[in-house]
């Protein structure tokens, strides 16, 4: 039953999420209208996406990556040094949702893109 998996499962697991998150980071690289939050990021985005797919496969529900690498992940904390308002939030969101709207269907797209903006916003420190 579709109830009983995890947005990992039902995103396709391991080979999905590495798929979004090169996908979110080639939009970030490819836009200039978030050229803003690309310049946050460090010139070789290798580190980012490595901790972005770690991450969120434990977020998704799937294993718990950055836990076992890195511990908790304590977001708000690691992104307090960046200056992040509502421009970049909304870039951020930009890029996952493009992202999103190509590799999900409905109801799991709008049900990730919520949980993304509940994030994203939470990560707001300006």
């Known amino acids: 039953m579709i109830e009983d998996k995890t947005p990992y499962e039902l995103l396709g697991g391991e080979s999905a999420v590495r798929k979004l998150v090169d996908r979110f980071y080639d939009l970030m690289d490819e836009k200039e209208d978030v ?26 529900g799937g294993p718990q990556l950055y836990v076992e690498k890195y511990g908790h992940p304590m977001l708000r904390k690691r992104h307090l040094p960046f200056a992040i308002g509502e421009v970049e939030r909304d870039q951020w969101l930009q890029c996952m949702d493009i992202a999103l709207d190509e590799q999900t269907e409905e109801p799991l797209r709008q049900q990730l893109k919520t949980a993304f903006a509940k994030v994203a916003d939470h990560m707001r420190n300006q």
């Not at 050229?35 to 998704?60: N, Q, T, V």
């Open 35 to 60: 050229k803003p939050l690309r310049e946050m990021h460090a010139k070789s985005l290798r580190i980012s996406r490595e901790k972005l797919y770690l991450f969120l496969s434990g977020w998704l």
